[in-house]
Every structure is written in C-alpha cells, then in structure tokens.
C-alpha cells in the first residue's frame, strides 16, 4: 500500500490502521477547522468490492449506517466472505422518507433511478466508476412514441416508469396520472389513478407516472389509450453503463 501524501492536506495530526489484508484507514485531522478526514484504501487486487446498501433495499426507509453495516455483516458470515467497512452516502428526502436524492443501484437492481448528480459506483468486473448516470427510455402506445425521462423517480414535466424494485407503493406527487399495467414488454393497462394519494404498485408489473407539468394534448392522448385498454409498452434503461452497484453523493471530492 502507498501511505497517502500528508504533505497535501498541512495535518496536524495523522494515523492509519489496517482494518484487512489490503484495506488501511487513514485519518487526517487538521484543528482549526476542525476537519477530520477519513480515507479508506482498499487493494482490489485484495478481491474487494463496492456494494450498495438501503433500508430494506426499496426506495422508502432509513435506518442508521451503523445498522445496515451490521445487517452486511451478518449476511457476510454466512457466505464466508468480510465487510471491511461502510461509508454514509447520498443525501435523502423527507417526503416520501428516505428516497435518496440520486441513483441507488443494488446488485443491478434500480431502486432508485438518477438524477443530476454524479455516482460512485461497480461495473459486473467490480471496476470502480465516479460520473453521472442519464435514462434513457420509451413508451409506446398506439401511434405515440413517447420518451421517458425517468426510472424509479418522480417527474413533475416528463413520464416516470417505476418497477417494483422501487416499493410497494408510489407516490408520484399531486397531478400526476397514474397508470398502473401488468408484467411483460406489451404492459396491460390494471387501472387509472389521478389522486393525490400513493398507488399500490402491482406484482411483476409496473406504473407509469405522467407529470403535472406535462403538455395537455400528450397527457390526454395517454389517458384516451389507457381508457380504450391498449397495451403500452415500455423499454427503459441508463448511459453510460448500468452499474452493478451505485450510490449517489454531491459533490465529486476525487478521480
């Protein structure tokens, strides 16, 4: 391992502990901040890797960091393998409580989709990447191709596709039309909800949330196609890449 430059930060105080074979915690402190920094350095050669966690893996929830170490703990035993250690990220909203305020990626699974704030996150070979993630996606139905702008999220002037990775419920806030449909790539419309509460968010299926702020003339051909029950069907996905893991932060502090 290569001790971290302690020229660069003017320390008054340093120390490193290894925690693992191949994992060293540095901690620089300056006093007249004070500032405290701490730095995990982890060999990948070591056979480590990044994993995301979330209260109760669904969009909805909080629990302390502490609490969900020690759940990964406990998971980890049974496997054989180690947690080395857990760092606090993303930033979240009170309402609903707990939705992380950028993407949340867990063993591939979008819980919560991007916004305009970067990521850290794993590809599937567990190589680390720091950027920004983008949706890209499309809803068909009858003659409309309509773009959607948004996965696992709210969206106040586009369309929103969620999957049940996100929760059971989803509140798409006041508005919004919901159209909750079926499982498969040809989604069968199951209801109609322009309400204010949460929907439920049907088994294997899927709702489609368009904003408040989206164009009339769009918002009623959408609701004209699920009235007559036609099949909508739904592709979405990310760019640049789909991490394995991803957790969201603000601002990028490294490269």
Same mark, same amino acid.
């Given at each position: 391992?290569?001790?971290?430059?302690?020229?660069?930060?003017?320390?008054?105080?340093?120390?490193?502990?290894?925690?693992?074979?191949?994992?060293?915690?540095?901690?620089?402190?300056?006093?007249?901040?004070?500032?405290?920094i701490?730095?995990?350095?982890?060999?990948?050669?070591?056979?480590?890797?990044?994993i995301?966690?979330?209260?109760?893996?669904?969009?909805?929830?909080?629990?302390?960091?502490?609490?969900?170490?020690? $759940?990964?703990?406990?998971?980890?035993?049974?496997?054989?393998?180690?947690?080395?250690?857990?760092?606090?990220?993303?930033?979240?909203?009170?309402?609903?409580?707990?939705?992380?305020?950028?993407?949340? *990626? &867990?063993?591939?699974?979008?819980?919560?989709?991007?916004?305009?704030?970067?990521?850290?996150?794993?590809d599937?070979?567990?190589?680390?990447?720091?950027?920004?993630?983008?949706?890209?996606?499309?809803?068909?139905?009858?003659?409309?191709? *309509?773009?959607?702008?948004?996965?696992?999220r709210?969206?106040?002037?586009?369309?929103?596709?969620?999957?049940?990775?996100?929760?059971?419920?989803?509140?798409?806030a006041q508005?919004?039309?919901?159209?909750?449909?079926?499982?498969?790539?040809?989604?069968?419309v199951?209801?109609?909800?322009?309400?204010?509460?949460?929907?439920?968010?049907?088994?294997? $299926?899927g709702? *489609?949330?368009?904003?408040?702020?989206?164009? $009339?003339?769009?918002?009623?051909?959408?609701?004209?196609?699920?009235?007559?029950?036609?099949?909508?069907?739904?592709?979405?996905?990310?760019?640049?890449? &789909?991490?394995?893991?991803?957790v969201?932060?603000?601002?990028?502090?490294?490269?």
């Amino acid at each position: 391992m290569v001790p971290l430059p302690s020229l660069v930060y003017r320390a008054d105080t340093t120390a490193q502990d290894s925690v693992a074979p191949g994992v060293v915690h540095h901690t620089v402190v300056r006093n007249d901040g004070p500032w405290a920094i701490h730095v995990l350095e982890v060999d990948r050669a070591a056979c480590w890797t990044l994993i995301s966690l979330k209260a109760g893996q669904q969009a909805v929830g909080r629990i302390k960091t502490s609490e969900l170490i020690e $759940g990964a703990e406990r998971e980890a035993v049974l496997r054989g393998q180690t947690v080395a250690g857990g760092i606090n990220a993303d930033f979240f909203s009170l309402v609903p409580p707990g939705v992380p305020t950028g993407a949340s *990626i &867990h063993q591939g699974r979008v819980i919560t989709g991007p916004a305009s704030r970067p990521v850290v996150a794993s590809d599937s070979a567990g190589r680390p990447w720091i950027g920004t993630l983008n949706v890209w996606g499309r809803l068909v139905v009858g003659s409309d191709t *309509i773009p959607i702008n948004s996965w696992n999220r709210r969206s106040q002037d586009g369309v929103a596709f969620f999957d049940p990775n996100f929760g059971d419920l989803v509140d798409t806030a006041q508005g919004s039309l919901r159209i909750a449909v079926g499982p498969g790539r040809r989604r069968l419309v199951l209801s109609v909800d322009s309400g204010g509460a949460s929907v439920s968010m049907p088994a294997s $299926g899927g709702v *489609i949330s368009v904003g408040a702020a989206v164009p $009339g003339g769009l918002r009623r051909r959408i609701t004209a196609a699920a009235a007559a029950a036609l099949p909508f069907d739904v592709v979405v996905g990310l760019e640049p890449l &789909h991490p394995r893991e991803a957790v969201g932060g603000f601002p990028v502090l490294v490269r």
